[in-house]
């Protein structure tokens, strides 16, 4: 099972960027997925998680509206749009599933048993 993100960069504040992650080891066909950020000094959160069972997303309310997760299931690659970005967001950004259930919602508040590599975002002018 691995996970691969990537995407990550620098962007000026207002600016869009779009993160993937492909997924060797499993199916986006019932797992719930998400993206989870870890700013310096911070806890890592979970800031936007997909069920790949039944589509239902979670966000976090620092994103809500500006952040979409979404999947391909033929590439088998997850994506997290990400734009009017702040210099809040910056972050590292992971990729995180858990393969004992599909609830985005209970991803986005507990701890993946599967991560991948981090990313990190850069949002300053």
């Known amino acids: 099972v691995q996970l691969q993100a990537s995407g990550g960069g620098l962007v000026q504040p207002g600016g869009s960027l779009r993160l993937s992650c492909v997924v060797t080891?499993?199916?986006?066909?019932?797992?719930?997925i998400g993206w989870f950020r870890q700013a310096p000094g911070k806890e890592r959160e979970g800031v936007s998680c997909?069920?790949?069972?039944?589509?239902?997303?979670h966000y976090s309310d620092s994103v809500k509206g500006r952040f979409t997760v979404s999947r391909d299931a033929a590439k088998n690659t997850v994506y997290l749009q990400m734009d009017n970005l702040r210099p809040e967001d910056t972050a590292v950004y992971y990729c995180?599933?858990?393969?004992?259930?599909?609830?985005?919602?209970?991803?986005?508040?507990?701890?993946?048993?599967?991560w991948g590599q981090g990313t990190q975002v850069t949002v300053s002018s």
């Open positions: 995180g599933a858990d393969l004992g259930h599909s609830s985005s919602y209970v991803l986005c508040n507990s701890r993946p048993s599967t």
């Open positions: 080891g499993f199916t986006l066909d019932r797992p719930a």
């Open positions: 997909l069920s790949t069972l039944n589509d239902i997303t």
